[in-house]
């Protein structure tokens, strides 16, 4: 069935009864036209109208409902809703497109409902939304999964069964599904309010799939190298170097060697994480709640990016950056980092690629390697060249000589610092690598030499193919 919007389609004693004792109560039935898609507050009122002027007990008592606007209604003297608040079928979840306040007879409110109504699509089975309304309280589901409608209780006074609360001044809404983009709304911050009132609140909330998820919850909790991920949040901010210049931070996500998708899942899978599981690594916070922290990672095109936390383990009181360790090196130039300045950083190009050696080189186990610059031409010019005694062996991103044993590898991985780089003179920095390798083993390979040219990439080749060795003898 659809949503209730006309007040021909409620009947008294079947979606409807007014029960007139001592306790005056509306009861919304889940019965005849009525199902969980609900009524409208407008067509419930509407309704309510029609009955009292058309039946002749009920205009025996005082009239139920106010009506300020379309979208905001009282409960007035001495009615109320029926219905256990820890019940789904309660009479104030059937609620649709209005916010109410139930008013004692000495005209004070004694509870206060908004209506939460969000724009936007999710799956109407399996997606449900939940929100959280104090800082370390409950965080309950929508009654429904799907785009959400309803009621939610923000004021109750102690006069009111017992119930004591004041939510009016805080209020998040979150849906968090696998494999799915991720949703999140902080209703007084993004509408600029101070206080929430008991009215219609529509803002936007929706997911999709996430195309950087393909790993399964399973495997994420059972399987490397997400086993030995972490994330530490951090009281005190801690600092990175990002090439050359310490940045600080406050939380540490420890990749474990994984690919930046391998990072972005794992993260995702722990803010997920409900009451009474702690995601906080390093353990200085009471506790951190994955599924009401704020998010951590996202993707813009095949970049991983860092977000800003406004608060810290839940703790408004400290804001930071985010900083990932144990990355690959190959994925160097797919991060950036946002500090505790709210400015993002990245790490100077690091161009990479492959040494490939054939089989000759391979299979013998004395073989060698040494990439050298061809010349220093883009640099001081000094006749630096390979051939001279001068030559200069190119150093890796982390300042070694690329050079070593092959000791039976097809290939061996390599990096460069693109951008900083200066062993042919400062103004080579930022400039492609005209490089001349060699190698040699004893037994089966021959002495080889190959040149090229490295450029702004993490593609790059040196290939090594060396003759056969026929006549190499040392028979002592």
Do not use: C
Request: hydrophobic fraction near 35%; charge should be negative; proline fraction near 2%.
């Amino acid at each position: 069935m659809a949503k209730i919007i006309d007040p021909d389609q409620l009947n008294q004693n079947v979606e409807v009864e007014f029960l007139t004792g001592s306790d005056k109560l509306i009861r919304l039935n889940y019965s005849g036209n009525l199902d969980q898609d609900g009524v409208s507050m407008q067509a419930l009122y509407s309704f309510i109208k029609e009955e009292w002027k058309n039946d002749d007990n009920l205009i025996r008592f005082a009239f139920p409902m106010l009506s300020i606007t379309t979208e905001q209604f009282e409960l007035i003297n001495g009615w109320n809703l029926s219905g256990s608040l820890a019940d789904i079928s309660a009479s104030q979840y059937l609620i649709r497109d209005g916010g109410w306040a139930v008013v004692n007879t000495a005209g004070s409110n004694t509870e206060e409902w908004m209506n939460i109504t969000t724009l936007g699509s999710f799956n109407a089975t399996t997606d449900q939304a939940y929100y959280y309304q104090e800082t370390g309280g409950d965080i309950p589901t929508t009654v429904f999964s799907d785009a959400v409608n309803q009621g939610i209780p923000i004021y109750a006074s102690a006069s009111a069964d017992g119930r004591d609360y004041d939510y009016r001044t805080f209020f998040k809404i979150y849906l968090r599904e696998q494999g799915k983009t991720y949703g999140f709304y902080d209703l007084l911050v993004e509408q600029n309010l101070t206080s929430l009132t008991y009215r219609k609140f529509a803002l936007p909330l929706t997911n999709a799939n996430d195309l950087n998820i393909t790993a399964t919850d399973d495997q994420i909790t059972g399987s490397a190298p997400y086993t030995g991920m972490s994330i530490s949040y951090f009281t005190e901010s801690f600092q990175r170097d990002i090439s050359g210049t310490n940045r600080d931070f406050h939380v540490l996500i420890d990749g474990n060697s994984g690919t930046t998708q391998e990072i972005y899942e794992f993260v995702q899978k722990q803010l997920r994480s409900g009451s009474g599981y702690d995601i906080d690594a390093a353990e200085n916070f009471s506790s951190v709640t994955g599924s009401v922290a704020e998010e951590l990672l996202e993707f813009v095109g095949s970049n991983l990016k860092t977000k800003y936390q406004t608060a810290v383990g839940g703790n408004a009181a400290i804001s930071g950056g985010v900083f990932i360790d144990n990355f690959r090196v190959a994925d160097t130039n797919d991060l950036t980092f946002v500090d505790d300045l709210n400015v993002e950083r990245n790490f100077d190009f690091v161009a990479a690629g492959e040494l490939l050696f054939n089989n000759n080189l391979t299979n013998d186990t004395g073989s060698i390697y040494k990439v050298f610059f061809t010349n220093d031409n883009a640099g001081d010019d000094t006749g630096r060249d390979f051939g001279t005694q001068n030559a200069i062996i190119i150093q890796d991103n982390n300042s070694q000589p690329i050079t070593g044993s092959v000791d039976g590898s097809g290939s061996i991985a390599f990096d460069y610092n693109y951008d900083n780089n200066i062993q042919r003179g400062n103004a080579s920095s930022g400039s492609d690598v005209p490089f001349t390798g060699v190698a040699l083993g004893l037994g089966t390979a021959q002495y080889v030499v190959t040149t090229g040219t490295w450029t702004r990439s993490t593609t790059n080749t040196v290939n090594f193919v060396a003759a056969l060795e026929r006549n190499y003898s040392n028979p002592t």
